[in-house]
């Protein structure tokens, strides 16, 4: 990321809001007169197509800097979070009403093609410029990634297993030296104080998991350990459960389109859910070899 030179990356952030901009304006331009409907027929393949190099220019900065795409959200201001869940809203929306319309109705209906069309060239260019401006942020030293996530809630109140995993490890090492090697072990990321840590998986921009650990006594040195599932990706795979029903009811007319949505349920969502545990196995593994540790006879 620090090879990328800031002005790169404002002039992607600019060019992202225009072209959300432009997108937002055509969209609207649906619900407008008849008479646009040539110049709107002409324009959204353009919005449409323009949006791969876009959104892949971000995304292919984001995998080669391993940036955490949990925290680039998390962290976006509160407003722009606001306005990003009820754009998402609307566009999952206005996906279901073209989609049925052009099926029955209106079918090949130009208007209905460009207002379904451009919805989605909306979403994503306002979503490449929402992630070009976090990733502005870290280029100029704005945004700290390197920090471990925390979630105060998840933390006092555990999840169920397998969501969550509590073990209770024991080490020779002294806290000090504990929290010295948590803190530049090459496979984690985070922050690691004599008093407590908080890690998740470096080298991924996909971190499900995260661990948080207290040190007890000394010689030897008790870790209390927590590993969960962080709150945005289990948010993010129970709204993609919870809207396939709609998208099947949307596709009634397609074939197969109930057991399509089932597919990813358990496939999607399901695999999802045992990446995460594999991610939390592989964390647990990490913070034992970097604290030389192994599973305590106490509770």
Same mark, same amino acid.
């Given at each position: ?30 619900y407008g007169p008849e008479d646009w409907t040539p110049v709107l027929s002409a324009i959204w393949p353009l919005l449409f197509? &323009? %949006?791969?190099?876009? /959104?892949? !220019? =971000?995304? #292919? *900065?984001? @995998?080669?800097?391993? +940036? ?16 990003? &869940? %009820?754009?998402?809203? /609307?566009? !999952? =929306?206005? #996906? *279901?009403? @073209?989609?049925?319309? +052009? ?21 994503? /260019? ?6 070009g401006y976090q990733v502005d942020r870290v280029r100029r030293g704005f945004l700290n990634v390197s920090g471990g996530p ?136 990490q913070i034992r070899r970097a604290t030389e540790s192994q599973t305590a006879p106490i509770g």
């Amino acid at each position: 990321m620090s090879r990328i030179p800031p002005a790169i990356t404002r002039a992607y952030v600019v060019l992202a809001a225009a072209a959300t901009l432009v997108a937002a304006g055509v969209h609207l331009a649906t619900y407008g007169p008849e008479d646009w409907t040539p110049v709107l027929s002409a324009i959204w393949p353009l919005l449409f197509f &323009g %949006i791969f190099p876009l /959104y892949l !220019l =971000v995304a #292919f *900065a984001l @995998a080669g800097s391993h +940036l955490p795409l949990d925290v680039l959200i998390s962290d976006l201001p509160r407003p722009m979070k606001i306005a990003g &869940g %009820i754009l998402l809203g /609307y566009v !999952l =929306v206005n #996906f *279901a009403i @073209a989609f049925r319309l +052009l099926q029955g109705a209106h079918a090949e209906d130009p208007i209905y093609t460009a207002r379904l069309f451009t919805g989605h060239a909306l979403f994503f /260019y306002a979503a490449s410029a929402a992630l070009g401006y976090q990733v502005d942020r870290v280029r100029r030293g704005f945004l700290n990634v390197s920090g471990g996530p925390r979630d105060d809630t998840l933390e006092q109140a555990p999840l169920p297993a397998p969501l969550s995993r509590s073990v209770v490890l024991q080490t020779r090492l002294a806290r000090a030296e504990c929290a010295a090697r948590l803190a530049r072990w090459p496979g984690l990321r985070g922050e690691a104080t004599p008093d407590l840590f908080r890690l998740d998986l470096a080298r991924s921009e996909s971190s499900l998991v995260y661990a948080v650990g207290r040190f007890e006594g000394e010689s030897p040195t008790f870790i209390r350990l927590l590993l969960t599932f962080k709150r945005f990706y289990l948010v993010v795979i129970a709204s993609t459960v919870l809207i396939l029903p709609l998208v099947a009811w949307v596709m009634s007319g397609v074939q197969f389109a109930w057991q399509g949505v089932l597919f990813v349920i358990l496939f999607g969502g399901g695999g999802n859910i045992v990446y995460g545990i594999v991610q939390m196995r592989r964390l647990e593994r990490q913070i034992r070899r970097a604290t030389e540790s192994q599973t305590a006879p106490i509770g």
